[in-house]
């Protein structure tokens, strides 16, 4: 486990502190890629790198990111369990999962252990840049057409891990059986995949309404993003 080098500039009234950044990964290349990419950005700040999962709870508690880019594919501890163990600790940093594939179940896997949202690893610089400053900023990564792709593979036939699907229903009509009926129109939404534009539209809402409900989702529903609230919409058959 390593410390990056880059230096951020001193925050003050006009400039907030800088994002803090773990990357996790055991491709030397790529960390190195991600670091170099991250570390131009001023309002970014590498602060560490692992090169494994079992190396991510002392990582978390050393560096403190707010985010932490995760590979899926490791060979002790891989992204999934480390993801799973950094949600469950106080005040969590944010986790995008990094992956080769993008219709990977572990991808499926770690968004529901709470993973804000996943980069393949091809993806242009400006695009890293721009996801972690959205899930820095609390906001899932992944567009409409990606969440679409992703609830199709998750719930098509063949899919590896169906063996537990009805447990899952159950457990995600049980949920969402104390929503109002405005609050389970939005949820059903998310989970078709649209945007917020889209939402306010169809419903006749404002966009500011719509947060307002997505935020009020995620409270109730005791979820970490509306990715999953997409899953548990799925899940429970309501799409």
Do not use: C
Not at 7 to 16: H, I, S
Not at 125 to 133: L, N, S
Not at 173 to 188: K, M, N, P, Q
Not at 215 to 234: F, G, P
């Amino acid at each position: 486990m390593t410390t990056d080098p880059h230096a951020a500039a001193t925050p003050g009234p006009d400039r907030p502190a800088p994002v803090r950044v773990l990357i996790v990964d055991d491709d030397a290349l790529v960390r190195a890629g991600l670091s170099m990419i991250l570390g131009g950005v001023p309002e970014l700040r590498v602060v560490g790198e692992a090169t494994d999962g079992s190396e991510v709870p002392a990582a978390v508690a050393t560096h403190r990111p707010d985010v932490v880019l995760m590979d899926i594919r490791m060979p002790r501890v891989d992204g999934l369990a480390a993801t799973e163990a950094v949600r469950r600790t106080p005040n969590p940093p944010q986790v995008l999962v990094l992956t080769t594939f993008d219709a990977d179940e572990y991808v499926l896997r770690a968004l529901r252990a709470g993973a804000s949202g996943f980069l393949l690893k091809d993806t242009p610089p400006a695009e890293i840049v721009q996801a972690v400053r959205r899930v820095a900023a609390g906001e899932a990564t992944l567009s409409p057409t990606v969440t679409r792709r992703l609830i199709a593979h998750v719930t098509g036939p063949g899919t590896p891990g169906r063996r537990d699907a009805d447990l899952r229903r159950n457990r995600a009509v049980r949920r969402v059986a104390g929503l109002s009926e405005r609050e389970r129109e939005v949820a059903v939404a998310i989970g078709r995949g649209w945007s917020n534009a889209e939402i306010a539209a169809e419903l006749f809402m404002s966009v500011a309404t719509v947060k307002a409900y997505v935020s009020r989702l995620l409270t109730k529903l005791e979820l970490n993003n509306r990715v999953q609230v997409a899953l548990l919409v799925h899940d429970a058959d309501l799409v």
